[in-house]
T-cell receptor, first 109, second 114 residues
């Protein structure tokens, strides 16, 4: 099956800086890559996603890039704010998804 | 709860006891999933169902069982065969598998063995 790896496990940035989280996947059949944000004790919420036929997608301060050849994709958050602090999960697959181990992002005011 | 409801929010299980976690959705989604989340780890797939009366094992199905008798409901039973059941359990649904749809998650059930 699919294997999704995520780095770093923790990330601390100053408010206003950018944050980048990287993931790799193993199954070339995976065609959809969602990103989820999970605040403490709450359910994961979909924040952005990308399909395998697209290289980049942007939504305000959040962007995701996908390199199918290298089998990696990344989440970019610009102008970070304290409310961006949470655990972020990448996922990949086709239908059912395999999740990365999560990145705990801490944005310091 | 965003169209997908899990209950109870907290559950305590005694050794050797079976417990059932409820998951109900009113989104008219065909596919439903159960994931387990351990502290500091990602989500691991337990079981999933693409259609009523059909379900498939995920990566960590041992010690768990499910049923899908109705489209809206996908209960998960944690049996006594599951040796380390303490975890946060998340149910999710999507319109169907094989398409570009992300999940909608429930709010989770935190299971603790006492």
């Amino acid at each position: 099956g699919e294997n999704v790896e995520q780095h770093p496990s923790t990330l601390s940035v100053q408010e206003g800086d950018s944050a980048v989280i990287k993931c790799t996947y193993s199954d070339s059949a995976s065609n959809y890559f969602p990103w989820y944000k999970q605040e403490l004790g709450k359910r994961p919420q979909l924040i952005i996603d990308i399909r395998s036929n697209v290289g980049e997608k942007k939504d305000q301060r959040i962007a995701v890039t996908l390199n199918k050849t290298a089998k990696h994709f990344s989440l970019h958050i610009t102008e970070t704010q304290p409310e961006d602090s949470a655990v972020y999960f990448c996922a990949g697959g086709s239908g059912k998804f395999y999740f990365g181990s999560g990145t705990k992002l801490n944005v310091k005011p | 709860d965003g169209g997908i409801t899990q209950s109870p929010k907290y559950l305590f299980r005694k050794e050797g006891q079976n417990v059932t976690l409820s998951c109900e959705q009113n989104l008219n989604h065909d596919a439903m999933y159960w994931y387990r989340q351990d502290p500091g780890q990602g989500l691991r797939l337990i079981y999933y169902s693409q259609i009523v009366n059909d379900f498939q094992k995920g990566d960590i199905a041992e010690g768990y069982s499910v049923s899908r008798e109705k489209k809206e409901s996908f209960p998960l039973t944690v049996t006594s065969a599951q040796k380390n059941p303490t975890a946060f359990y998340l149910c999710a649904s999507s319109p169907r598998t094989g398409d570009y749809y992300g999940y909608t998650f429930g709010s989770g059930t935190r299971l603790t063995v006492v």
